[in-house]
């Protein structure tokens, strides 16, 4: 149950660890359930899809985008989303940026890293992001921020994902310092309780939560 799931895994994570439920293929009734246990973080992949939640469920949800950016359809999330966790160029924080403005907002957003070799897994090299947080063009942004980083690791091979992680949470660290970061997103149902371990401050919890789809 629902219910079991969700009070098990919040017993055994640290309080300053916050869940991401990932609420993706995820009915409209699921959520509900989780909300009324006192949920408020979900994260959705796709932006068709999280509008259709987000026009029928509670206004008080936070909303997470951390699926691949859809640029043409930001214009719909923008005026209401919480944190987009995927980010990875310039092109997209400037869009971003621009709608956030009309929208009189500042928008949160990570980087999203690519920590595992896995040809599914996205994101841009540790230089890449570097790029982005020293360029002209975003440091006068006033309407986007980026404050930390994301990533996602490897399938099963727990050494990989440790180091992985590890690897992960040096970027972090050092971004910390040189501009403030304080959000690492990292950790999913299979490898949660390493990513706290290697500093995570939100775990993305599907399955480990909903129960598999
Ligand atoms: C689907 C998804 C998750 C959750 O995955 P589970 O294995 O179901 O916990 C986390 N992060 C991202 C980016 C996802 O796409």
Redesign the pocket.
Known sequence: MIENRFFSIKKLIPKNVKILA?S?NQKISSIENLYKLGQRDFGE?YIQEMMKKYKVLPKDIRWHM??KIQSNKLKYIVPFIHLIHSVQNLEEIQIINKIALKNNRIINCLLQIKISNEKNKSGITEKESYKILENNIYNSMNNVKIVGIMG?ASFQDLTKVRNEFSYLHTLYNEYKKKYGHYILSMG???DYNIAIKYGSTII?????LFGER
Request: glycine share 14%; aromatic share 0%; charged share 20%.
């Open positions: 990932v993706k992949n951390i699926g996602m999913m149902s299979r993305r919890l599907g399955t480990s």
